[in-house]
Nanobody
Framework: QVQLHESGGGLVQAGGSLRLSCAAS????????VGWFRQAPGKEREFVAA???????DYKDSVKGRFIVSRDDTKNTVYLQMNSLKPEDTAVYSC????????????????????WGQGTQVTVSS
């Protein structure tokens, strides 16, 4: 069983930066795909970014060039560096991990992920 814990959220002004962390306990990320999702008030949860064990990444179009996902397997932690934040980035951000052997072709689908963190609030003021 994997437990995921996000940290690093907070209140920031538009144009500012935050770095979210997703730490795993119980077992290592190993070959799992790790994704970041967000849910804004009144909206469905949506894909933000994902990374494979080999470092392959993908991003939602609206965050490309502003967000960077990375992983440090020595610390069993995945990061989401968020720059040039906009008010529309305000949401609860959650990290999620797949099981072994998950297909990268499906990485934007929430159903691919077996383990979820509790989420961290990011609020961007204008």
């Amino acid at each position: 069983q994997v437990q995921l814990h996000e940290s690093g959220g907070g209140l920031v002004q538009a144009g500012g930066s935050l770095r979210l962390s997703c730490a795993a306990s119980g077992r290592t990320f190993g070959s799992a795909i790790v994704g970041w999702f967000r849910q804004a008030p009144g909206k469905e949860r949506e894909f933000v970014a994902a990374i494979t064990s080999s470092g392959l990444t993908d991003y939602k179009d609206s965050v490309k060039g502003r967000f960077i996902v990375s992983r440090d397997d020595t610390k069993n932690t995945v990061y989401l560096q968020m720059n040039s934040l906009k008010p529309e980035d305000t949401a609860v951000y959650s990290c999620a991990s797949t099981g072994v052997g998950a297909s990268w072709l499906l990485h934007r689908s929430q159903s691919l992920y077996n383990y979820w963190g509790q989420g961290t609030q990011v609020t961007v003021s204008s």
